[in-house]
C-alpha cells in the first residue's frame, strides 16, 4: 500500500499570501495524484489531477506540480474562500486508492 | 447537472446491518466506475469500496473486506453499499463518488453524505 504522508497538518497564512502545501509518497505514483479541497460540513472537491491539471471551473490561483514522490499544491494568493483542508490522493498503484492525512490551511 | 446523493445512513449497534443507497443524476450512470469513500469524525479520508462499469471490478478495503458489499442497478441510476457486522470504527461520513470514464482514478463529483453511526 501506498502511503501518502502531508506537510504541514496545518498551515497559518494571510489573506493575499502564497500557501505552498506538500505531499510526498512512499513509493512512486509517476504524475498519478490528485488534489481537494474540503471545508467544513461539505464534501470533498477536486482541484487537481494528474498532477498538475486543474479540474473544471477550478481557478487558475490553483496549481500543482511535481512527479515520482514529492508534490505540491501552490495558492498563488489566498482568498478568504480558501481556507479550507487540502488532501493529496494517489491512483498509480491501486487498490487501494490512498489519500494523505490532509492540510489544514487557517487565517493567520 | 451531475449529481449523486446518498441515503440510508443511521445509529446501529455493533453487529449489526445497514444499506446505503447513491442516487445519480445528470450523467450515464452505467459508463462510469462509482466508489465509496469515508470519513470518520474530524479525520482524513478513506477509500472503502470501488465498482466499475458493469461490474467487471470490485474492490474493497482491507478494512471491510468480508464484511460490506459493493453493487450498482444501473437501470435504477444507482450505487449500494450492504454493511454488515459493523463495529465502532465503521462510524463515518459515507461519500459515494463518481471517477472519470476511464476507470477508477480521481474522485468527481462527490456527494453530500451519509452519517453511519455504530455505537451501543
Known amino acids: 500500500e501506498i502511503v501518502m504522508t502531508q506537510s504541514p497538518a496545518t498551515l497559518s497564512v494571510s489573506p493575499g499570501e502564497r500557501a505552498t502545501l506538500s505531499c510526498r509518497a512512499s513509493?512512486?505514483?509517476?504524475?498519478?495524484l490528485a488534489w481537494y479541497q474540503q471545508k467544513p460540513g461539505q464534501p470533498p472537491r477536486l482541484l487537481i489531477y494528474?498532477?498538475?491539471v486543474r479540474a473544471t471551473g477550478i481557478p487558475a490561483r490553483f496549481s500543482g506540480s511535481g512527479s515520482g514522490t514529492e508534490f505540491t499544491l501552490t495558492i498563488s494568493s489566498l482568498q478568504s474562500e480558501d481556507f479550507a483542508v487540502y488532501f493529496c490522493?494517489?491512483?498509480?498503484?491501486?487498490?487501494?486508492?490512498?489519500f494523505g492525512q490532509g492540510t489544514k490551511v487557517e487565517i493567520k | 447537472e451531475v449529481q449523486l446523493v446518498e441515503s440510508g445512513g443511521d445509529l446501529v449497534k455493533p453487529g449489526g446491518s445497514l444499506r446505503l443507497s447513491c442516487a445519480a443524476s445528470?450523467?450515464?450512470?452505467?459508463?462510469?466506475?462509482i466508489s465509496w469513500v469515508r470519513q470518520a469524525p474530524g479525520k482524513g479520508l478513506e477509500w472503502v469500496s470501488s465498482i466499475s462499469r458493469a461490474s467487471t471490478y470490485i474492490h474493497y478495503a482491507d478494512s471491510v473486506k468480508g464484511r460490506f458489499n459493493i453493487s450498482r442497478d444501473d437501470a435504477r441510476n444507482s450505487l449500494y453499499l450492504q454493511m454488515n457486522s459493523l463495529r465502532a470504527e465503521d462510524t463515518a461520513v459515507y461519500y459515494c463518488?463518481?471517477?472519470?470514464?476511464?476507470?477508477?482514478?480521481?474522485?468527481?463529483?462527490w456527494g453530500q453524505g451519509t452519517l453511519v453511526t455504530v455505537s451501543a
Open positions: 490522493q494517489q491512483y498509480d498503484q491501486w487498490p487501494p486508492w490512498t
Open positions: 494528474d498532477a498538475s
Open positions: 513509493q512512486r505514483v509517476g504524475s498519478n
Open positions: 445528470g450523467f450515464a450512470f452505467s459508463d462510469y466506475s
Open positions: 463518488a463518481r471517477s472519470p470514464i476511464i476507470g477508477t482514478r480521481w474522485f468527481d463529483p
